[in-house]
């Protein structure tokens, strides 16, 4: 499945709030069309907007690799964050050194791939103390958007289930409306027939009676 920024963006912060770490938006709050809390409002807003840039400046984030700390620092509005793997390293070879840990474990946020990408760093990544430093993998908020639009797909599917037994039932209805319309014309014709019959007996009862009375002048 392809993402766009957005919805990677929409995932971080997802993957985020789950992790328990709290994010101020970017930028600050809107403005009034009245006069009196227009001073107010500015006020407020900027004070919103420093709000937020004081408590990104002082979020501390930390990424496996360049690429998700770019994407991160991006999700979090351009706050800084750190890759632990140097820019060119291969992520599978690539081991740490004695101080990551301690990285880490300083760190508020930790973002990494998973899918064993960070394979020098799995020994690492796998002592991480979440309750300490909130983690985020992509490979696991990826797989879990896929449940999601597979879990929408069997609810779509059921409806057009429910839309087929529709149709069946109404063709059901057809059928038996059909049904009917050819006894109903059965039973017309079984009249006609026996109308015609009553008739055919009538003309022969009134030529019998004619013919006894033209013997009894005779």
Same mark, same amino acid.
């Given at each position: 499945?392809?993402?766009?920024?957005?919805?990677?963006?929409?995932?971080?912060? #997802?993957?985020? #709030?789950?992790?328990?770490?709290?994010l101020a938006a970017c930028g600050g709050g809107g403005t009034t069309s009245v006069d009196t809390?227009?001073?107010?409002?500015?006020?407020?807003?900027?004070?919103?907007?420093?709000?937020?840039?004081?408590?990104?400046?002082?979020?501390?984030?930390?990424?496996?690799?360049?690429?998700?700390?770019?994407?991160?620092?991006?999700?979090?509005?351009?706050?800084?964050?750190?890759?632990?793997?140097?820019?060119?390293?291969?992520?599978?070879?690539?081991?740490?050194?004695?101080r990551v840990p301690e990285d880490i474990a300083a760190a508020d946020l930790l973002v990494r791939n998973g899918l064993f990408l960070e394979e020098g760093l799995l020994a690492t990544l796998d002592a991480v103390d979440e309750s300490v430093t909130p983690v985020v993998s992509i490979a696991t908020l990826i797989a879990s958007g896929e449940e999601d639009d597979h879990v929408d797909h069997d609810d779509h599917d059921d409806e057009a289930d429910h839309a087929d037994h529709d149709d069946e039932a109404d063709h059901d209805d057809h059928d038996d409306h059909?049904?009917?319309?050819?006894?109903? =014309?059965?039973?017309?014709?079984?009249?006609?027939?026996?109308?015609?019959?009553? #008739?055919?007996?009538?003309?022969?009862?009134?030529? #019998? =009676?004619? =013919?006894?009375?033209? =013997?009894?002048?005779?």
């Open positions: 499945m392809i993402l766009t920024l957005d919805q990677c963006r929409r995932r971080y912060l #997802a993957g985020f #709030a789950a992790s328990g770490l709290f809390e227009t001073e107010t409002t500015v006020a407020s807003s900027a004070e919103t907007s420093e709000g937020s840039d004081s408590a990104l400046s002082n979020l501390t984030a930390l990424a496996t690799t360049s690429i998700w700390a770019d994407v991160t620092s991006n999700a979090l509005c351009g706050a800084p964050v750190e890759s632990i793997i140097p820019l060119g390293a291969d992520p599978h070879s690539w081991e740490p050194s004695i059909a049904d009917h319309d050819d006894e109903a =014309d059965h039973d017309d014709h079984d009249d006609h027939a026996d109308h015609d019959d009553e #008739a055919d007996h009538d003309d022969h009862d009134d030529h #019998a =009676d004619h =013919d006894d009375e033209a =013997d009894h002048d005779d």
